[in-house]
């Protein structure tokens, strides 16, 4: 089983639609969750970053965290064309702290 | 402010040549990391440097060395490149504390022929 999960796509959503990335984690005493975009080519940069359970909303972006089910996602309003990149999920390890990576979802949000 | 920098963008070797990949930041941060992305296999962690005067290994440290010169400056080097060190190569950096939040240089993309 890998640490992080994310299923890795393509996801398509349409234009305006709501986009839902998951991504799941193994270490339960993970206490830092991260998403970062990555455009093709590009390095990636962070989105949102969440810390205890419930959501998080920043403009468009919405962090969930539930650390019972250990699950994390993201969820994007009114998606844009501007938003279809790889979305990768990060988790930090209890033992120290570094971020152990999901592989990435790549979302595709079709005009 | 430039954030963080990476030198060179892109490189050809052959087997066996060496090299080393050049990182600094200018957001004062005590921790840098090198990590590698392959198709498919996500962000894996080459060597850190949690701050200046210490590094430690990551997931994959073999074939790697590193140098963290100075609180700015962290370098990676390939001392006898082989082709399975074909990838895409970032520098990061973040302030080390719990909520370890990494901003990326924009890589080097390297291909060992």
């Given at each position: 089983q ?13 234009e ?34 969440i ?48 971020l ?6 790549k979302?595709?949000?079709?005009p | ?19 080393t ?93």
């Amino acid at each position: 089983q890998k640490e992080v999960e994310q299923n890795s796509g393509p996801l398509s959503v349409p234009e305006g639609a709501i986009a839902s990335l998951n991504c799941t984690y193994s270490d339960r005493g993970s206490q830092s969750f991260f998403w970062y975009r990555q455009y093709s080519g590009k390095s990636p940069e962070l989105i949102m970053s969440i810390y205890s359970n419930g959501d998080k909303e920043d403009g468009r972006f919405t962090a969930q965290l539930n650390k019972a089910s250990q699950y994390v996602s993201l969820l994007i309003r009114d998606s844009q064309p501007s938003d279809s990149a790889t979305y990768l999920c990060a988790v930090n390890r209890d033992s120290n702290y570094q971020l152990i990576w999901g592989a990435g979802t790549k979302l595709i949000i079709k005009p | 402010n430039a954030g963080v920098t990476q030198t060179p963008k892109f490189q050809v070797l052959k087997t066996g040549q060496s090299m080393t990949l050049q990182c600094a930041q200018d957001m004062n941060h005590n921790s840098m990391y090198w990590y590698r992305q392959d198709p498919g296999m996500g962000l894996r962690l080459i060597y850190y440097s949690a701050s200046e005067g210490t590094t430690d290994k990551g997931e994959v440290p073999n074939g790697y060395n590193v140098s963290r010169l100075n609180k700015r400056e962290f370098s990676l080097r390939l001392e006898s490149a082989a082709p399975s060190q074909t990838s895409v190569y970032f520098c990061a950096s973040s302030t080390g504390t719990i909520e370890e939040t990494q901003y990326f240089g924009p890589g080097t993309r390297l291909l060992v022929l």
